[in-house]
């Protein structure tokens, strides 16, 4: 039928598919990732116009360099405490990775979630803002937790859905929530909390309040209607809100030219919405800390949003169902240019004389520790699959605050059904 | 075959047949799904019949549909039911009356892939069953295969439908069949006469129930995973039922219902979504208008929960063989 439609003067059109670079097998070679010095990018006024500094949102702004030094006018001068805290905050983080990735594997819950490589996303951010902001992460930032200090019990507890779960097991792994820690309830549906982490701040604005809000999700992600409708949201009323574009180059097996990268930069949205835009290091802790910093600032002052592209890269499988070696190069990870963001920072205190190898060594066999020491804690409570956790009618919980007629109803039904399954309370899940 | 494999070997076929039938979706392309139901399509087709799309399943259904206006026959997998909701402006205000808005001048024959249902620990966003939303919008048809054979023929007779088809992939079964119990061990396609699936053609027309077990004492009413759910409970309790697949939810197969209800005098509808406003309330309604006079028990409902799906019980949220053989005995009583 197309044919029909061909008129000979004309050339065909032709359907562009984008092609990563770099398939299974592949070598890697990222020359073509542009790599701008650290330092090099000037650091607008926070009440500065957006339209002042669009440049920002095309580049790379980055403060650590080669040699571990902090240069430029993003250094956040932080003094050694923070930065220490900082090293340690990612290194649990990644201990944690390791260790639920392996419970999962083990066959102790269903599924998990790593961050590798993108722990300076969180960590860095959480530290830059205040304890009282209100965060809606996508499910990589399990940094904001680790930042805040949160029970590494608690969220074990949540992973294997046990009786220590505080969700009573009704979520899935990794899907944490926690108000009193400004931490807002994950959901699966990809970019939903976009416009929430909008609404909030517009309403801290709206009462007079001095909180701020922080948002999250990945590049793939701001290709969901979700995003656009908080853009909108946020530059319309200038909501004091942190608007953070992980782009971790994948999205399962789609990589980030599905979401618009091969024509411009996750940044740039901003510019068509009037809006603050920034493209920083996201492997340099010191980048993002100073970025949120800036942003942060902005939205306090009543200055508006700030949209945030973290660039970074996803170095494990999209979760424990994944198996990245299926569509893109295992050489992908080692030759990424930013490096690791964990070695990047430790590479900074070594190299202003505040920590060195063994200190390091030390910490990583501390943080290991500590997380084996929580793991035992929180499987006293249980493990998915070993029998019943939750007392089964708590299945009725939550639908509502009163439970209306017919849910009533269906619980006495359900109960009934666990007497008459001839070994009632016994379940296996 | 198994289901993913049947369903994959009918994109494969009708891509063969017809240049105008392309598959996108979220991750389908390169890496074939993350079900694995679109693997080699790619390659075997290229980039510009089978390709990746932008996160976005409003995107996905409205580029869809602009496809079929112009004359393609798109097959858009959305990657779990439970994402379709983005979508629904799209399906039920655009897709599902692009044809009547236009008198006929444009249409919208898409066939949407979903896997849906739960059983796989998908907590509560990986595991929902959305068909009551689309059975109730005019203008989308709604089918839901349960064995390998009819997901291969089912799919192929969608994708030559020239109306929106949404069709829903029992995911709990992509492996096997499944009789409820969690616990015992998993049962293979391989070993299911269902599971043997010619590699050509073959289409079932949409529309037609299948009688997948003949009997006089009752009617059950299922489809997708249930089917199975509920054949086991009948034949382990040795109840003489007669049990309907309906494979296609709209248009429905009213006579086959109607005529085995009129035979049985009894009815039971089984469904793993949520119980409110849910299929089996149409289907209960329906057997109550026209097969009234012949019953001799009131109709038994078996659903899942108006609860959302929880992570860690979700057995208890399961409509099996224990709630089946409680409302069985309702319904048997007198
Ligand atoms: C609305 C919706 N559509 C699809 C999915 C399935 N899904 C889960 S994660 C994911 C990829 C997300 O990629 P990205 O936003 O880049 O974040 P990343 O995982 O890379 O951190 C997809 C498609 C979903 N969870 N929600």
Redesign the pocket.
């Known amino acids: 039928m197309t044919a029909d439609a061909l008129r000979p003067n004309l050339p065909p059109l032709s359907l562009h598919v984008p092609e990563p670079r770099f398939r299974p097998g592949d070598a890697v070679d990222f020359a073509s990732v542009e790599v701008p010095p650290a330092g090099a990018q000037p650091r607008p006024d926070t009440a500065a116009d957006p339209a002042s500094f669009h440049d920002l949102a095309y580049t790379l702004v980055r403060v650590l360099d080669d040699e571990g030094r902090a240069v430029g006018p993003w250094d956040p001068r932080l003094d050694p405490d923070t930065l220490r805290a900082m090293l340690r905050d990612m290194a649990l983080v990644r201990a944690f990775d390791e260790r639920m990735f392996r419970a999962q594997r083990q066959g102790k819950t269903s599924f998990y979630m790593k961050c590798t490589g993108e722990e300076a996303v969180a960590i860095a951010a959480t530290h830059a803002l205040s304890r009282d902001d209100m965060c809606f992460p ?3 930032q399990q940094g904001i937790l680790i930042a805040r200090d949160y029970s590494l019990v608690q969220m074990m507890n949540q992973i294997y859905s046990n009786s220590g779960d505080n969700l009573q097991g009704k979520q899935l792994p990794i899907m944490y929530s926690s108000k009193e820690d400004g931490f807002f309830s994950i959901s ?5 909390q976009y416009p929430q982490a909008v609404g909030w701040a517009m309403a801290s604005a709206a009462k007079g309040d001095t909180r701020i809000a922080a948002v999250w ?6 290709a ?1 209607g979700d995003f656009h409708s908080a853009m909108t949201f946020a530059t319309v009323y200038k909501a004091p809100v942190i608007l953070n574009v ?1 782009n ?1 180059q ?3 097996s ?1 990589f ?1 030219g599905f ?1 618009g990268a091969e024509a411009t930069t996750f940044a740039a949205r901003a510019i068509g919405y009037g809006m603050a835009g920034l493209r920083i290091d996201g492997n340099d802790a010191l980048a993002v800390y100073a970025a949120t910093q800036w942003a942060a600032e902005r939205a306090r002052t009543n200055q508006g949003p700030t949209l945030i592209e973290h660039f970074t890269y ?1 170095a494990e499988g ?1 979760s424990t169902s994944d198996d990245p070696g299926q569509y893109r190069s295992a050489g992908e990870p080692g030759a990424w240019p930013l490096g690791d963001p964990i070695a990047r920072l430790k590479a900074h205190l070594i190299a202003i004389g505040e920590w060195d190898e063994e200190r390091h060594a030390a910490q990583d066999r501390e943080v290991a520790e500590r997380v084996k020491a929580a793991q035992k804690e929180a499987e006293k409570n249980g493990i998915l699959g070993h029998g019943l956790h939750q007392p089964l009618d708590t299945l009725f919980d939550g639908v509502f605050e009163e439970m209306p007629w017919h849910l009533r109803e269906q619980r006495q039904q359900m109960l009934d059904e666990e007497e008459a399954s001839g070994r009632p309370w016994a379940r296996k899940s | 075959m198994n289901m993913i494999q049947a369903i994959n070997s009918a994109m494969a076929v009708m891509m063969e047949r017809d240049p105008n039938v392309i598959v996108m979706g ?2 389908v392309g390169y890496f074939g799904g993350v079900f694995r139901a679109t693997a080699g399509l790619q390659e075997k087709f290229g980039k510009t019949r089978v390709f990746d799309t932008p ?1 976005t ?1 409003c995107g996905i259904i409205g580029v869809a549909i602009g496809m079929g206006a112009y004359g393609l026959r798109p097959v858009p997998e959305i ?2 039911a ?2 379709i909701y ?1 979508a629904l402006d799209q399906l039920v205000s655009e897709a599902a009356r692009l044809r009547y808005r236009s008198a006929g001048q444009f249409t919208a024959p898409l066939t949407v892939r979903s896997p849906f249902g739960g059983g796989i620990f998908g907590g509560q ?1 990986h595991s929902q069953s959305p068909e009551g939303i689309f059975t109730h919008v005019s203008g989308v048809k709604t089918v839901i295969p349960s064995t390998p054979y009819d997901a291969k023929g089912l799919l192929i007779a969608s994708i030559e439908d020239n109306d929106p088809v949404i069709f829903f992939e029992p995911k709990r079964i992509y492996n096997g069949p499944f009789n409820g119990h969690w616990d015992r061990p998993a049962e293979n396609w391989s070993k299911h006469p269902a599971g043997a699936v010619p590699e050509g053609y073959y289409r079932i027309e949409l529309g037609k129930a299948a009688i997948v077990r003949p009997g006089n004492a009752l009617t059950i009413l299922a489809y997708g995973t249930m089917v199975h759910v509920a054949k086991a409970t009948v034949e382990d309790m040795a109840i003489d039922a007669e049990i309907i697949d309906l494979r296609t939810l709209v248009p429905l197969d009213i006579e086959t219902i109607e005529e085995s209800v009129k035979k049985t005098g009894r009815c039971m509808v089984v469904h793993e979504a949520t119980r409110t406003g849910g299929f089996g309330a149409e289907l209960s309604a329906l057997v109550q208008e026209r097969c009234f006079y012949h019953l001799e028990a009131p109709i038994e409902r078996v659903t899942g929960f108006d609860t959302p799906y929880p992570h860690s019980l979700e057995w208890a949220y399961f409509p099996g063989p224990v709630r089946i053989g409680q409302a069985l005995k309702k319904l048997l009583k007198d």
């Open positions: 996508s499910y990589r699966g549906n990809l970019a939903t999700c990945g590049e793939g992600s701001t969901e992980v971790n994948w999205a399962i789609s980030s979401a996803r999209h | 979220e991750d996160i399943e990657q779990f439970d994402y983005p966003t």
